[in-house]
């Protein structure tokens, strides 16, 4: 019995995986994509705005917008969230940008640029490790307000960062954090 139990929590493990679209440039510059059990979706039309949304919503992929199309609309074209999701991390007003990833109700992977989460989207400003509160800097990726009071004390002990690369001399951030906030980050 025991056993059926474990290969049927496997088997749903399985199918309740992430699958990503597989996406091809063509020569002419389009884009074609390549959904999970269907053939080849022709790329958006001239103006229209193509996302990936992907975590805990109904139908992950790539989906077409219209140019100011904002996350809502993102979200809706995916199905909706699966039952019992908080969107509310989500700004749903945000007007969404081509070829963006939105991720639902899952922690973005390390690194990371999400729109819409916790790290800056595409073209948003980047937080100035001199002048960030540490509500700013909890809400980068993988800084938690622990982390945040050592990067503010070492900001205050160093007399303020230099560069960037600072950050590394602050407890508590490894190379992999590094990597994951040095594009995030900025120093004034």
């Not at 991390?89 to 109700?105: Q, S």
């Not at 700013?136 to 160093?158: H, K, W, Y």
């Amino acid at each position: 019995m025991a056993a059926v139990v474990v290969l049927g929590a496997a088997y749903f493990a399985w199918q309740s995986r992430p699958r990503l679209d597989e996406v091809v440039s063509t020569p002419a510059g389009s884009v074609t994509a390549q959904a999970p059990g269907s053939g080849p979706v022709r790329a958006a039309p001239s103006g229209e705005v193509v996302v990936a949304v992907g975590g805990k919503v109904l139908r992950p992929g790539l989906v077409r917008l219209s140019p100011g199309a904002r996350v809502a609309d993102a979200l809706v074209a995916a199905g909706g969230p699966q039952a019992g999701v908080d969107v509310a991390m989500l700004n749903l007003a945000r007007k969404v940008v081509d070829g963006e990833l939105i991720m639902v109700g899952v922690t973005p992977p390390p690194g990371a640029v999400t729109g819409g989460g916790a790290a800056p989207a595409s073209g948003s400003a980047l937080v100035d490790l001199n002048t960030a509160t540490p509500a700013q800097l909890d809400g980068l990726p993988g800084v938690g307000p622990v982390l945040a009071q050592r990067i503010l004390d070492a900001r205050d002990a160093q007399g303020g960062f230099r560069a960037v690369s600072d950050l590394r001399k602050v407890d508590g951030i490894g190379e992999a954090r590094y990597e994951q906030l040095k594009d995030l980050v900025t120093v004034g």
